[in-house]
């Protein structure tokens, strides 16, 4: 059963210059699959990660979570799905004036866990990047490596099926990308869907997974590595 589905899917913009962000897309996206998501400035690749978190709806079409038509879903729903998507971003955004443990527990205190019930989680969550020795440091304090692994911690505490990824690796070098990328795999091989938006094309070719690639807003190609 597919994680994520996009049925002909079009979003436009409008205003006096308006513009299709993305036109008639349709792919899906397997339980546990790993796929990367590449295409040019502007291309629509930050509109469709939209779309599946619901800050934006599509003008024409369906996209499907987990068999769920978000465009079903009522505002009050919106809270609940989108604690079922873990995002990471490129700058992390993470909050300086709280401990590496708490930008972790932030999820889960949202939630409304209390600290008893998340204080497991966080560890397992850190310890799964290799920082459980670094969760009572201030994430100033951490290497730009550091910080982007504390914002995968953060996204993988709820233990969420989808996983989405704008561009993780673009301040780091080679070793520490490659470092995110296994341990983007690792979590692909408990079984949760991991898409990640990206324009290193290297990165993309090393890893051998299927490739989505937008050009202008039409789903283009679909392929692996290569």
Do not use: C, W
Not at 15 to 35: I, R, T, Y
Not at 71 to 94: C, D, E, M, T, Y
Not at 113 to 127: G, I
């Amino acid at each position: 059963m597919a994680m994520v589905l996009f049925d002909r899917v079009s979003k436009r913009y409008g205003g006096s210059g308006s513009h299709d962000a993305l036109s008639n897309v349709s792919f899906a996206l397997e339980k546990g699959e790993m796929a990367f998501l590449t295409g040019h400035s502007g291309a629509g690749k930050s509109t469709l990660l939209k779309l599946m978190m619901l800050m934006e709806r599509p003008s024409r079409g369906h996209v499907l979570i987990n068999n769920r038509d978000l465009s079903a879903l009522k505002k009050h729903q919106i809270p609940f799905h989108r604690r079922q998507i873990g995002v990471v971003f490129q700058n992390h955004q993470l909050l300086f004036d709280r401990t590496v443990h708490e930008n972790v527990a932030l999820p889960m205190q949202i939630a409304g866990y209390s600290p008893m019930d998340y204080a497991r989680r966080v560890k397992a969550a850190l310890d799964s990047v290799g920082l459980l020795h670094l969760e009572h440091r201030n994430p100033i304090e951490l290497s730009g490596g550091e910080q982007q692994r504390v914002g995968i911690a953060r996204a993988v505490v709820n233990k969420p099926p989808l996983l989405l990824a704008d561009e993780p690796t673009g301040n780091l070098d080679p070793e520490l990308s490659a470092e995110i990328m296994k341990l983007f795999t690792l979590f692909q091989h408990t079984g949760t869907t991991v898409l990640i938006a990206t324009h290193d094309i290297d990165l993309i070719k090393r890893m051998g997974k299927r490739r989505l690639i937008l050009d202008h807003g039409t789903l283009s190609e679909a392929s692996y590595g290569g």
